[in-house]
């Protein structure tokens, strides 16, 4: 594997460069002890390592032997841009395995993936082994897909020729474009985003500032690559602990896609939250954090596959 360049920023900060040079903006929130689990946080399209605020201070302030690590994919929060062409899952999954490598990390590792971060993960496990430094025990894939994002609810907009003309527009005039998209965007996954007012509230902020603070390339540069994303080959060889998450309401990545996970993945849980929509890591944080748990307690040990429907997401997540 190729050499990783890696510095440090501060404490706890790190900086990763990809193969290609780009630098990824790197938190180890805990260092652990040798041969302790570590637990990797990837975060969505659009977001940042900030949007697991809520499970990095759980595992933490549980956890004295658990090294946690988050960064934030190119493109977004803290880390370089890069060129548009990597702008794809594939290319992350390298990044992951540069970070993976840099910071030394060993098993027993866990993997924890929403949305975007999800497909990081599998595309991860569909590299040769020769280019994984090390494989997850366990995997919790949360708002997440294998593929067919183009035919199963908002994703259907991936497929249309709309989608060309919106990248050509935000090239030529990006900050039109955030301030024409912004508003509906937020309001659509607020409306979709929990049981109750201070939830929708909580998705709301989070998703406007993701909105308004990621660069138009990177929230655009990523949608071809998205429309023809496809990891349903690697699931059946899957062997981590896999735990699934998904809200019945999402319409960013249906439920259609997490029945399709569990089915795909030995042994894999599947975790349905009747109410809630895309953003479960601020919707339903304590349901994650039971699955990181589970996920890091049972790696490894194989379990029948069960769907779970949870009776609300209030219920779980007091």
């Known amino acids: 594997m ?46 940042s390592q900030l949007s697991w605020a809520r499970q990095i201070h759980s595992l933490v302030g549980r956890y004295k032997d658990v090294r946690v690590i988050s ?21 992350l999954a ?7 490598a840099g910071l030394d990390v060993g098993g027993p590792l866990i993997l924890v993936g929403h949305s975007l971060g999800g ?69 659509m996954l607020s409306h979709y985003g929990g049981s109750g007012p201070s939830r929708r509230s909580t998705v709301a902020a989070v998703v406007a500032a993701a909105v308004t603070t990621t660069p138009v390339g990177t929230a655009l540069g990523f949608l071809p690559a998205l429309r ?16 699934i998450i ?8 249906p439920p259609e896609h997490s029945r399709d996970l569990a089915a795909g993945i030995p042994g894999a849980e599947h975790i349905s939250l009747p109410r809630a929509g895309h953003m479960l890591p601020q919707q339903a944080p304590h349901v994650i954090e039971n699955a990181i748990r589970l996920a890091m307690t049972s790696a490894g040990r194989p379990i029948a596959a069960t769907t779970r429907q949870c009776g609300s997401v209030a219920d779980r997540s007091a």
């Open 246 to 253: 998904n809200g019945e309401v999402d319409v960013l990545t």
């Open 2 to 47: 190729t050499p990783v360049a890696l510095t440090r920023s501060g404490r706890g900060r790190r900086v990763v460069r990809g193969r290609d040079g780009v630098r990824l903006a790197v938190t180890e929130h805990a260092p652990g002890r040798p041969g302790c689990p570590t637990v990797v946080f990837l975060h969505g399209l659009c977001l």
């Open 228 to 243: 023809s994303y496809d990891a349903y080959d690697v699931l059946g060889g899957i062997r981590a602990r896999t735990v």
């Open 94 to 100: 390298d990044d992951l395995a540069q970070v993976l």
């Open 71 to 91: 960064y934030d994919h190119r493109g977004h929060g803290c880390s370089d841009p890069g060129p548009v062409a990597s702008y794809r899952p594939e290319q």
């Open 119 to 187: 497909m990081v993960a599998l595309s991860y496990l569909a590299r040769p082994c020769a280019d994984r430094p090390v494989d997850p025990e366990g995997l919790v894939l949360v708002a997440s897909a294998a593929g067919r994002l183009a035919e199963r609810g908002l994703g259907k907009l991936l497929a249309i020729p709309a989608i060309t003309a919106l990248c050509q527009v935000a090239e030529h005039a990006p900050e039109q474009a955030l301030r024409a998209v912004a508003p509906p965007v937020c309001a």
